[in-house]
């Protein structure tokens, strides 16, 4: 009497082992869902008294500009305030409208270079960050401005509607 045709144990279990790596790579993809789209208004994080804060607007998806008040240090570690601005409680406030509005890309971050900003002539940097969701964001300003620098990370920055 003839054997059935089976398929053999090798092969049975190199197809589960195919199906199971294809089956996971499904639910990743499905997992990370692409780039968060920003809503429309700004992602700010309310700052206790005396503190740092910073922000960014968002329109269309895309970011448009921002500020914030930092404290501006000098070289020697000393409070100072950039040409032009002016120091309040040993912050300065400063805002800046993007050249170029920036989307977020496939890994949900963005980098805006601030070369010249009508608001604020004399600072220049760079403010990155990272949308965690449709409501929450990380903001990293890194500034300077003549002998003046400063930078600050905003964890917790959540969307506000309106900007």
């Known amino acids: 009497m003839p054997k059935p045709a089976f398929i053999s144990r090798t092969v049975r279990i190199a197809l589960i082992a195919l199906l ?7 639910a990743v ?19 206790k008294p005396g503190q ?4 960014v607007n968002t329109e269309a ?20 305030a950039p ?4 120091l309040s409680e040993g912050k300065v406030s400063f ?3 993007a050249k170029r509005k920036v989307r977020p890309n496939s890994r949900n971050r963005f980098v805006i270079s601030i070369k010249r ?11 990155s960050g990272k949308m965690l969701s449709r409501n929450r964001a990380t903001l990293t300003f890194s500034l300077s401005a ?4 400063a930078k600050a990370t905003f964890s917790k920055a959540v969307f506000t509607a309106g900007g």
């Not at 990370?32 to 994080?45: D, F, L, R």
């Not at 003549?146 to 620098?149: A, D, I, L, M």
């Open 20 to 26: 199971a790596v294809a089956g996971s790579a499904v």
């Open 29 to 47: 993809s499905t997992a990370t869902g692409g780039s968060i789209k920003p809503k429309n208004g700004a992602y700010y994080q309310v700052p």
């Open 52 to 55: 740092a804060f910073g922000y």
């Open 61 to 80: 998806g895309r970011i448009t500009g921002g500020g914030g008040s930092l404290a501006f240090r000098d070289k020697a570690g000393k409070s100072c």
């Open 83 to 86: 040409e032009g601005l002016s």
């Open 95 to 97: 805002s800046f409208e």
């Open 117 to 127: 900003s009508s608001y604020s002539p004399t600072v220049r940097g760079t403010v």
């Open 146 to 149: 003549g002998n003046c620098k």
